[in-house]
């Protein structure tokens, strides 16, 4: 009983506090889209192939680069002269210093890039990886949700048990006071009284179990939406929300498999494929730069070439750069060979992609079906079992059954409801798996 006190205070606690907030499912999975740190990898995974967009753009575009340099000559070169230009003997060299002790220079060079096949489809692939890391993000987000929407209802099915199980134990408190009474006036035997006593016990212990269990899905769902796991956290809908339309058989959505994130990812790795194949294949087209030079030099004895009279010569250089690839040895026939094996691999698998989601569907939808038709006998069962144990009281009240019967009965009903929170949960799972199958989460 100290337990289930701890629990009503614990629920007052939470009622009376302002902090605490409220969640629908979709708001849980709202909160998740903007808190998950799944998703803010993810998210910066697109930022960073944003910024490789542009980096592979910016090759392209003009670059400029400058440079400075101060040299101070320690040694001269030496240059050997042929000795007759100074009236020596033939074959011999007169040893001549050229240059000066300090130079000094600085200038720019810009290279413009005019035509590369290997760019133009460089420019393409990174667009397309750009898409790639939106879809990643997309899928991600499709796995949170669903991760959110499974916690939730666990947490509700948790609940909801609980209620139960509390109900129980109410009801069994005062058949065992009842049956002291009873005993007390010589009317029952201490058999019966220790029997109920059991009972009372066990659905205690049920009790702190469906708490535990609430607890974790509590941790579960908070770890899901990105949530503070010391926060307390609020469920403002009822599982019979969820379960309704499933009983009504409403629950089959519309399937597009073009539609879904899986094929339109191996569709975008199929592109990829093929960019890659065009890049192996651009890599026998010539590649044409310009460029152009400037700069300025200056010569001296002394240390300061930076005076007013020191002498700066420019020079200046425009050209042109033309690269023909020619030969390579069947470098890059087998590389175009391997990209074409890799296109057609990417290329199957999403034929793959399209009969497996095709395949998933309609094996989800199957087991949607087959949990609803469980979940419908789990509940008549339920329904049946409550009745029996409740015609069973009344026949312990008046003594026509043994507690021992009863504490049968009791276990069987437990046991028929725990049946029927477990086929709620594979309800409402199978339900989320129709609906990733179908592409609508």
Avoid at 217 to 233: E, F, H
Wanted: aromatic content about 10%; cysteine-free; proline content about 3%.
């Amino acid at each position: 009983m100290a337990a289930i006190a701890m629990l009503i205070d614990a629920t007052v606690i939470y009622a009376q506090n302002d902090s605490i907030r409220g969640f629908s499912l979709e708001e849980a999975q709202q909160f998740a889209m903007e808190n998950s740190y799944v998703l803010m990898n993810s998210k910066n995974d697109i930022t960073i192939a944003q910024k490789q967009v542009w980096e592979v753009i910016s090759t392209g575009l003009p670059q400029v680069s400058g440079t400075a340099n101060y040299n101070m000559f320690l040694n001269l070169p030496v240059s050997l002269l042929p000795g007759e230009f100074f009236g020596e003997e033939p074959g011999t060299y007169i040893p001549v210093k050229f240059g000066q002790d300090y130079n000094s220079d600085y200038g720019i060079t810009v290279n413009q890039q005019i035509f590369d096949g290997t760019y133009i489809v460089g420019v393409g692939s990174t667009q397309i990886y750009l898409e790639l890391s939106k879809q990643a993000h997309e899928k991600a987000q499709i796995n949170i949700k669903d991760a959110v929407a499974l916690a939730y209802y666990s947490v509700l099915i948790g609940e909801e048990n609980l209620e139960v199980m509390l109900d129980n134990l109410e009801n069994l408190e005062q058949l065992h006071n009842e049956t002291k009474i009873y005993y007390d006036n010589g009317f029952r035997e201490e058999l019966d009284v220790d029997q109920m006593l059991m009972m009372v016990r066990n659905a205690e212990n049920e009790i702190l179990k469906a708490q535990r269990e609430i607890k974790v899905a509590r941790t579960v769902l908070k770890y899901s939406m990105g949530y503070d796991l010391d926060r307390p956290i609020v469920l403002s809908e009822p599982l019979s929300e969820f379960v309704n339309p499933l009983i009504k058989k409403n629950f089959l959505p519309g399937f597009d498999y073009s539609s879904h994130i899986d094929f339109r990812m191996a569709t975008t790795n199929m592109q990829v494929s093929e960019k890659m194949l065009k890049l192996e294949k651009s890599t026998y087209l010539p590649r044409l730069n310009a460029f152009y030079s400037y700069s300025k030099t200056a010569y001296g004895d002394q240390a300061n070439l930076f005076s007013s009279d020191v002498s700066w010569f420019p020079s200046s250089l425009i050209g042109f750069q033309l690269s023909l690839p020619i030969f390579s040895s069947g470098n890059k026939i087998v590389k175009i060979q391997q990209a074409k094996i890799e296109y057609e691999k990417a290329r199957n698998q999403r034929l793959l992609a399209e009969t497996t989601l095709r395949k998933d569907y309609l094996t989800a939808v199957a087991e949607m079906e087959t949990a609803l038709e469980k979940y419908e006998n789990d509940q008549e069962n339920v329904e049946l079992a409550e009745r029996i144990l409740s015609k069973s009281k009344i026949k312990f009240e008046n003594g026509i059954i043994s507690s021992t019967d009863l504490s049968q009965l009791d276990t069987q009903y437990i046991q028929a409801y725990g049946a029927y929170v477990a086929s709620t949960m594979q309800l409402l799972q199978a339900y989320q798996k129709v609906k990733k199958a179908a592409g609508e989460i």
